[in-house]
């Protein structure tokens, strides 16, 4: 909100690390060996969750470096991904919380804002989704989602103590299509209107972003109306 012209904050008296998120880049995230069987050919995937110092910096620097959105801390509760055929690393992943706020997101689920403030914790935002850039491989993109959907849940209850049941995802018009989060049955359900959350009189312009949905839990509503 101070950055947004809001309120007025007095300068920090000490530093909390919040301005240092850029990573350092070294040979850990170099390119490697192009990989190029289609996905059914990969054998089982690994979903590794990100839970060691060197995984994390591992993630991102891979984000920073190969993710067109670069890196930075992700927002409330999290999880991340590494993923792996055998020894050959693939794909990285990043979860975090939702969006405050989502018109097309909130009609399709039905709840009171009431509701909404109760429950959002249960709805998942996948915020980073990065096939690495020497992987081509059909059908990956969605393989990897929809292990990623079977796991999450488990792996969230570990972490945290209780599961979500419904999965966001933001895909930028112009640039990309959706097209892995269509083959894996994620619901389009509206685009955003390209403002940033806190801009009231449309003076910071966003890029339009389509909204996908992934319900994880077949009652997902119910679950997300209970006051």
């Not at 919040?18 to 050919?41: C, F, K, Q, V, Y």
């Not at 990065?130 to 796991?151: D, F, K």
């Not at 018009?173 to 894996?184: I, K, P």
Request: with cysteine; proline share 8%.
């Amino acid at each position: 909100m101070h950055r947004d012209g809001l309120i007025t904050l007095p300068p920090p008296q000490k530093g909390n690390g919040n301005g240092r998120t850029r990573p350092r880049l070294t040979s850990a995230s170099d390119p490697r060996e192009p990989i190029t069987l289609p996905a059914g050919a990969l054998g089982e995937l690994l979903f590794r969750p990100v839970n060691t110092r060197k995984d994390s910096s591992l993630w991102n620097e891979l984000i920073e470096r190969y993710h067109y959105l670069g890196y930075k801390p992700l927002p409330g509760a999290q999880i991340r991904y590494l993923v792996f055929s055998g020894p050959h690393l693939l794909a990285a992943l990043g979860f975090g919380a939702a969006a405050w706020a989502l018109a097309p997101r909130d009609r399709f689920i039905g709840w009171t804002a009431e509701q909404r403030v109760h429950n959002l914790h249960l709805v998942v935002n996948n915020a980073r989704f990065l096939i690495l850039p020497w992987v081509s491989s059909q059908n990956l993109a969605s393989r990897v989602l929809a292990g990623v959907a079977r796991r999450l849940p488990k792996d969230w209850q570990t972490r945290y103590g209780y599961q979500p049941v419904l999965l966001e995802t933001f895909v930028e018009q112009g640039r990309f299509h959706g097209t892995c989060y269509r083959a894996g049955n994620w619901i389009q359900v509206g685009q955003t209107q390209g403002r940033g959350k806190l801009d009231r009189h449309t003076r910071y312009p966003l890029p339009v972003k389509d909204i996908f949905l992934y319900p994880l839990h077949k009652r997902f509503r119910r679950e997300l109306r209970t006051s």
